[in-house]
């Protein structure tokens, strides 16, 4: 196949989680990528661990300015450094599963009029105990204001490609609740498509409050930004209303250190057989 991905790669402090992150990477059955480690300011021992990776692959480079510009920054900055044609998002502290990539630019290659492909994902806390499973069905749009109801895609599992990235960048006003944004602004006009395989081991778990609160409060911003005539003034409020709900429980629930228990509701639950499927791929792959 000759077509390439370029998959990036922001990192701040991440040093327990990149290594792994990366190995799933090399790990791939599809071998024409390049990955870009773009660090974002990190104090911790990250950097170095990024620049021994950079000399275990001829395919991974690393971009560090020494600053913190914040995650919407360096998502374009990958999209504006890539040489594939598609480019593939994943966060520091996840994990793709081996045919990710090759799954997902089948879809291209026999959908050509396919912008985006996400995949269902296993979930993960922060000790690799499987959580749940997620967005195992086709994305179902029946109405317009479903955009603003609906979770759309798991952001870390897209592959997009690159013509409709650099037409459509992120929104530096949205620090948090950027691809939900994104989403919004283009539905109008993109085709969409998900692999209800999860593909991508998604890592959820006690988010931190203040990015909670204010991934709650973008919302809100898009919430009043894209509703015209899609949702009536009273459901407006609703959706307001819940995003206020949702802040207040995520704080109390944090006082407690169980702010888990809400994000782990969008989860469904795993088999027996799914569970063991996870914990021995980790084993697996902490040993290459």
């Known amino acids: 196949m000759s077509v390439k991905i370029t998959i990036g790669i922001s990192f701040y402090n991440n040093e327990r989680t990149l290594d792994f992150a990366v190995k799933s990477v090399v790990n791939q059955t599809f071998k024409s990528w390049e990955l870009f480690l ?3 300011g990190s104090s911790d021992n990250s950097i170095n661990i990024a620049q021994n ?4 692959d001829s395919r991974i480079s690393l971009i560090c300015d020494g600053t913190n510009k914040g995650l919407v920054y360096r998502l374009n900055q990958i999209i504006d450094v890539a040489n594939g044609g598609y480019i593939a998002r994943m966060d520091a502290d996840d994990v793709m599963l081996p045919e990710r990539l090759e799954k997902q630019i089948s879809i291209f290659v026999n959908n050509p009029k396919i912008d985006v492909v996400a995949s269902a994902v296993y979930t993960i806390d922060e000790n690799d105990i499987p959580i749940g499973i997620r967005d195992t069905d086709d994305i179902d749009l029946k109405d317009k204001k479903d955009i603003l109801k609906k979770s759309l895609l798991v952001h870390p599992s897209i592959l997009v490609k690159k013509e ?4 459509n960048k992120y929104d530096k006003k949205y620090i948090r609740a950027e691809d939900f944004e994104l989403w919004c602004r283009t539905f109008t006009y ?4 998900r692999i209800k395989e999860p593909l991508l081991l998604y890592r959820e778990g006690n988010t931190n409050i203040k990015n909670y609160v204010a991934s709650m409060k973008t919302l809100r911003m898009i919430y009043r930004n ?3 005539g899609l949702l009536s003034n009273n459901e407006l409020a ?3 209303f819940k995003t206020h709900l949702k802040s207040f429980l995520y704080r109390f629930m944090g006082f407690f250190n169980l702010q888990y228990l809400i994000t782990s509701k969008r989860n469904n639950s795993l088999t027996k057989i799914q569970i063991d499927f996870v914990k021995n791929f980790i084993l697996e792959l902490k040993k290459i």
């Not at 990776?53 to 275990?56: E, Q, S, T």
């Not at 409709?164 to 037409?167: A, D, N």
Request: proline letters at 0%.
């Open 164 to 167: 409709w990235y650099k037409s």
């Open 238 to 240: 609703i959706e307001i």
């Open 226 to 228: 894209y509703s015209k």
């Open 53 to 56: 990776l950079v000399g275990l």
């Open 190 to 193: 993109t085709n969409f498509y």
């Open 38 to 40: 773009i660090d974002d």
